[in-house]
């Protein structure tokens, strides 16, 4: 017999898992979370997601779907009468899926790097991610979120930036994001983390802190 609601299986610190939780929050969707020892994966875990044994992974009516952009637009068409995540506009969804594909394929890849790299490697891999996000911010021009007015689609995939960046330029000593450099950016920092859906699901900073520092600590050693 299939199993019947909605389940998660995350792990806590991820930022590609909380986008799930964004979204289902967002709709108003009650929800199970499997918080996963990736070191450890659970057999239930394995089984959903067979071929990439990846968080996160949903799990509706016993049915599951992998891949975090996937499963945020399916929660968007799965339950059409809440909160509007995608754009109504085909226009607007194609443009909102092209900035979050880039998000993924080009800032993410960019901003990453400034966690472990030191000296003029570090300064590089810094300006490469600011060259990205000052691309990324073209799509917030005139807007207070990048779904205009509320947050929509590419606000849930990129909004892990405004919590997590600020924690990697902590731990690494660099400057990513300044007022001076991605002015617009920051600003939605700030209005997007001050979200209520937002804020009940962020992890402990603190707990973010200690172990990367510690990491950062032997990657320098």
């Known amino acids: 017999m299939a199993e019947k609601g909605v389940k998660v299986f995350g792990m806590w610190a991820s930022p590609m898992a909380i986008r799930v939780e964004w979204a289902l929050r967002l709709k108003g969707v009650g929800y199970e979370y499997v918080d996963e020892d990736?070191?450890?994966?659970?057999?239930?875990?394995?089984?959903?997601?067979?071929?990439t044994k990846k968080v996160p992974v949903l799990v509706h009516d016993g049915k599951p779907i992998a891949e975090s952009t996937i499963i945020v637009e399916f929660i968007d068409e799965a339950w059409k009468d809440g909160y509007p995540i995608m754009p109504a506009d085909p226009y607007d969804r194609a443009q909102a899926r092209f900035w979050?594909?880039?998000?993924?394929?080009?800032?993410?890849a960019a901003i990453f790097p400034v966690f472990t790299a030191t000296?003029?490697?570090?300064?590089?891999?810094?300006?490469?991610?600011?060259?990205?996000?000052k691309t990324l911010e073209k799509a917030l021009e005139?807007?207070?979120f990048f779904g205009g007015d509320a947050v929509g689609y590419l606000d849930v995939v990129v909004g892990w930036y405004a919590y997590w960046l600020p924690i990697i330029e902590e731990v690494s000593g660099a400057d990513v994001v300044t007022d001076e450099g991605l002015p617009l950016m920051k600003a939605w920092f700030g209005r997007f983390l001050a979200v209520d859906v937002v804020k009940e699901t962020l992890p402990p900073r603190d707990k973010l802190l200690a172990p990367n520092k510690a990491r950062r600590e032997q990657l320098s050693a």
Do not use: I, M
């Open 38 to 51: 990736l070191a450890s994966k659970s057999d239930a875990l394995l089984r959903h997601n067979p071929v």
């Open 100 to 108: 979050a594909r880039f998000a993924d394929d080009k800032c993410n």
């Open 119 to 133: 000296g003029e490697a570090q300064r590089e891999v810094v300006r490469e991610a600011q060259r990205c996000l």
């Open 142 to 144: 005139g807007k207070k």
